[in-house]
Every structure is written in structure tokens, then in C-alpha cells.
């Protein structure tokens, strides 16, 4: 079994920043891909970004594209989503999902490729 923490829920201001992390724990932990997903009230969950664990490679919607940052630490078991340039549009719950079980690389988009998920923490931009 694998247990993901999310932390880092906060209310920002348009423009503002935050920085959103995911610690993984359980049975020896090992992921294919990490992604971190939004659900906003009345909206399907979508995908955000996501980074493969061992060569480190990204990818993010494009509504995120150059304002936000995935990032992981291995040795702390941790990805990081690091959130710039926030707009009242990214108001939502924010999820991370880990894949360990080898899938490719369509499902790296998608809420049912993947395994594990977190209880999620808010994310509130005022405008």
C-alpha cells in the first residue's frame, strides 16, 4: 500500500504564488509517473502536470504551461508542484496520483492511469 500526503492548501492573491507538495510513504515506494490534478466545484477532475520518476521528465496541460513547475526529490520521496503567476481559474482541490504500475505514456494524462492518489488540499486565488 502506498499513502500520498499532499500539503501546502492556501489562499493567494491573482499573481501570487505557492508551492504544493506531495510526500509518498508504504511499502517501498516506486512510481512510474507522479501527476498532480485539480477539481474544481461542478467540474470534472483534469489533469495538471505530471514527471516521470527516474529520467525526470515533465509535461502539463497547457492551461499551466509556463507558470507552474513539477518537480521531484527521490531520496525524500516527494513531488513538488510549484504554482506562479496563480489565476482565480486555478481555484480547485489539488490531487497527486502516483502510477506504479507500468502504463504508457496515454494514461500519464488521465485519472485512471494511476494507482494511488492523495485526499487532495485547496487551492483558493482571489482576484
Known amino acids: 500500500q502506498v499513502q500520498l500526503v499532499e500539503s501546502g492548501e492556501g489562499l493567494v492573491q491573482a499573481g501570487g504564488s505557492l508551492r504544493l507538495s506531495c510526500a509518498a510513504s508504504g511499502r517501498t515506494f516506486s512510481s512510474y509517473v507522479m501527476g498532480w490534478f485539480r477539481q474544481a466545484p461542478g467540474k470534472e477532475r483534469e489533469f495538471v502536470a505530471c514527471i516521470w520518476w527516474n529520467s525526470g521528465s515533465t509535461y502539463y496541460t497547457d492551461a499551466v504551461k509556463g507558470r507552474f513547475t513539477i518537480s521531484r526529490d527521490n531520496a525524500k520521496n516527494t513531488v513538488y508542484l510549484q504554482m506562479n503567476s496563480m489565476k482565480p481559474e486555478d481555484t480547485a482541490v489539488y490531487y497527486c496520483?502516483?502510477?506504479?504500475?507500468?502504463?504508457?505514456?496515454?494514461?500519464?494524462?488521465?485519472?485512471?492511469?494511476?494507482?494511488?492518489w492523495g485526499q487532495g488540499t485547496q487551492v483558493t486565488v482571489s482576484s
Open positions: 496520483a502516483a502510477q506504479t504500475t507500468y502504463r504508457t505514456a496515454y494514461y500519464a494524462i488521465r485519472p485512471n492511469g494511476y494507482d494511488y
